[in-house]
């Protein structure tokens, strides 16, 4: 499992050049990873042609964690407190 999770925000802004998030990225490959609820809010998100190709290759090469139990039960205990 890679290091850091991205949500959608982080993912644009690091499109839209943001410095820290950039640095982020690009200093942690294949230690980054997004939720398939970021994959389809990026898939959606309404851009010109060319950043939504960047987008597209961004989450074909980008680990993607898939929901399943324990993520609900953790997700579960933390809204509770």
């Known amino acids: 499992m890679s290091d850091y999770l991205l949500d959608t925000n982080a993912v644009i802004y690091f499109f839209n050049g943001e410095e820290k998030i950039s640095r ?3 200093e942690t490959k294949g230690r980054v990873n997004i939720s398939f609820i970021t994959k389809i809010e990026l898939l959606c998100f309404e851009t010109d042609d060319a950043v939504s190709k ?3 290759e961004f989450v074909k090469e980008i680990d993607v ?3 399943n139990d324990e993520i609900i039960i953790k997700t579960k ?3 509770k407190t």
């Open 24 to 26: 982020l990225i690009n």
């Open 54 to 56: 960047e987008i597209a």
């Open 65 to 67: 964690v898939l929901i």
């Open 77 to 79: 205990t933390i809204a």
